[in-house]
């Protein structure tokens, strides 16, 4: 079901809106990253957030990209929640929601916030595609409902970790470990 980036050829005028679960992917990408270089275009502060600015298509041949949102937690007090925030928006993410990382707990509101927020702009059918960045089989719900809305639902992971139901689930996914975040010279594949 691999398709091609980021949105498969034959979808054709649709309103997509981008839900990255940025805790967990840069968790991931931190394992996958062992050894390897940074590359340019990617911008990574470990288990908090990783992005590349090539990942930010407002308008695409195909779909135009109304919003990106992008969840994760950080330790410290109001003013590291408020760096990491800055540095998203810098990114070109529109949406950053930067939730308190306790030690004693962890962070309880990324996971439920993307689905809460997902959820509502499908069944107000502000989007065509969600566009899920994830890899957790905790989603397989979350992605069931949306496209009982009528919505299409597109997954982009990294390999690493992967829930093949969750990959089932959607109705496109995307590789972002071997096409963006890991591809040396990524910026000739993309628009």
């Not at 937690?73 to 003013?79: L, R």
């Not at 408020?82 to 990382?101: D, M, N, Q, T």
């Not at 702009?121 to 065509?128: F, L, P």
Request: contains cysteine.
């Amino acid at each position: 079901m691999q398709s091609t980036y980021p949105f498969p050829p034959h979808i054709k005028n649709c309103r997509a809106m981008v839900f990255v679960d940025g805790e967990n992917l840069s968790m991931r990408f931190g394992s996958m990253l062992r050894g390897r270089s940074l590359l340019p275009h990617v911008t990574h502060q470990q288990d908090v957030f990783v992005w590349s600015q090539l990942l930010n298509m407002e308008h695409h041949a195909s779909c135009e990209v109304l919003r990106q949102y992008y969840y994760t937690s950080v330790g410290g007090d109001e003013t590291a929640r408020a760096a990491v925030h800055e540095s998203l928006r810098a990114l070109g993410i529109e949406a950053p929601r930067v939730f308190p990382k306790r030690k004693d707990r962890g962070s309880k509101r990324v996971d439920i916030s993307l689905a809460v927020d997902m959820l509502s702009h499908g069944y107000r059918r502000n989007y065509d595609m969600a566009v899920l960045v994830a890899g957790d089989e905790d989603y397989v719900p979350l992605v069931e409902a949306v496209a009982s809305a009528g919505c299409r639902v597109a997954l982009w992971f990294l390999e690493d970790g992967l829930s093949l139901a969750l990959e089932r689930a959607v109705d496109h996914s995307y590789d972002l470990g071997s096409g963006v975040l890991f591809r040396e010279n990524a910026e000739r594949y993309f628009p």
